[in-house]
């Protein structure tokens, strides 16, 4: 029997999104129908939206999702209905050279939910990321829920499925920040702002944020940065190399996604020093370095993709470390929305005052 709910689809490219009904088959073998509580508006749903990751139309929207477990399907036995989940972007196989490394978001072979949710027409529909969480409930595979602590606030949990894990993950997993680093983060929209609160839990003594607006140097400062840098002022690799008695960071993370802030990331880092790559490029853009700079440094080049994280392990414990007030998560919720109210969320993201909209239900 499925059932049928609300969500906010993406009829065609450009298209204004618009709430439909759609159809939840009941969960197969190795599936789970999620009741969302909770998604963040990211940048990868307008991205869709316009176009930008692929031509699957229509897509159902929303990836940054918590919510309970309403039904599993048979052989499910690592969620059960009624657990409280933060939902991610694909189960992985655990046997693959890239999980047993470790990495599963390198694994060969991923999966998601493998029934369509459908228009009441038929219709197949695309779920963002493997998700589709701007719906009252969404059918995925049981290995994109992570069970934490159901004391925390929905709006909050589900920001670690995707801007903030990657953010915070960038420092902790990838740059592996140590007590007493110096940290410099270039970009502090959400990710950038993550950054910093992982850099800060790693016990940085110095974190030094870099961005062209104000207004996001002022709120990176209430995250955690000791330094702001404005760079359309200021030369941040020169400020930076100042900060630092001329020797630059120990981890420099790029939350923008240029080449021009790549260039900059890459001669911030102190020698052998390590630059971690968030920030998501282009297609067509491209990084020039000279190579005996390459070289000659020493150190390390890395990207950082899901913010390397492990849910299993990371979700549950940066929950925790939200409920002893030991970070704050909720300073990244700007707002709390309705499901007919995402085409003006995605309005304000260029405004440049909205950390995260949360769509709430
Ligand atoms: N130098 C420094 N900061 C810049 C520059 C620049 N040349 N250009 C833009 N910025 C700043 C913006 O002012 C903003 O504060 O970078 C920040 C980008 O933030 P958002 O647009 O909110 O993006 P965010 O969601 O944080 O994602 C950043 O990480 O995961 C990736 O795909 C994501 O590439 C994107 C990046
Ligand atoms: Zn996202
Ligand atoms: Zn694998």
């Known amino acids: ?39 963040g508006v990211c940048h990868t749903d307008l991205h869709y939206k316009q176009g930008g ?10 990836h940054e999702a918590a919510g309970v477990v309403e039904s599993v399907g048979p052989d499910v036995t690592d969620v059960a ?9 694909r189960a992985v196989c655990g046997r693959c050279r890239s999980c047993l490394r470790g990495r599963p978001w390198y694994c060969f072979d991923t999966h998601n939910a493998r029934q369509k949710m459908t228009l009441t027409d038929g219709t197949e529909l695309s779920p963002a990321l493997g998700i589709g969480a701007f719906a009252e409930k969404t059918l995925v595979a049981a290995g994109q829920c992570t069970k934490v602590d159901p004391a925390v606030a929905p709006s909050v949990a589900g920001l670690l499925g995707c801007g903030v894990m990657a953010g915070i993950g960038a420092a902790i997993n990838t740059g592996e920040v140590g007590r007493g680093d110096t940290v410099a983060v270039i ?19 110095r974190i030094i944020a870099v961005d ?53 990331a890459f001669y911030a880092r102190d020698l052998a020093g390590t630059v971690v790559l968030v920030g998501v490029p282009t297609p067509e853009m491209k990084l020039e370095l000279p ?9 390390s080049l890395k990207s950082s993709w899901y913010g390397d994280c492990l849910p299993s392990r990371d979700f549950p414990m940066l929950i925790d470390l939200h409920q002893q007030g030991r970070i704050d998560l909720g300073a990244f919720v700007t707002e709390t929305i309705g499901l007919g109210d995402v085409e003006k969320a995605f309005a304000r993201m260029h405004e ?9 239900f």
Not at 53 to 62: A, E, Q
């Open 187 to 205: 970009g502090c929209g959400g990710v950038g702002d993550a950054a910093i609160v992982g850099a800060r839990l790693a016990g940085a003594a």
């Open 212 to 264: 062209i607006d104000d207004r996001k140097l002022q709120t990176a400062k209430t995250m955690g940065a000791t330094h702001t840098v404005n760079s359309r002022a200021t030369d941040p690799v020169e400020a930076i190399r100042e900060l630092t008695g001329g020797f630059g960071a120990d981890v420099v993370i790029e939350a923008v996604g240029r080449p021009e802030t790549y260039q900059q």
């Open 291 to 299: 190579l005996l700079d390459v070289f000659g440094r020493g150190g």
């Open 1 to 39: 029997m499925s059932q049928q709910v609300q969500g906010v689809i993406a009829p065609g490219k450009n298209e204004p999104v618009r709430v439909e009904t759609i159809v939840i088959p009941d969960p197969g073998p190795g599936e789970a129908v999620v009741k969302v509580q909770a998604c």
């Open 352 to 360: 440049g005052d909205v950390l995260r909209s949360v769509v709430q």
């Open 81 to 89: 209905p009624g657990d409280f989940v933060i939902l991610n972007w």
């Open 53 to 62: 990751i692929n031509d699957d139309f229509p897509f159902l929207l929303g």
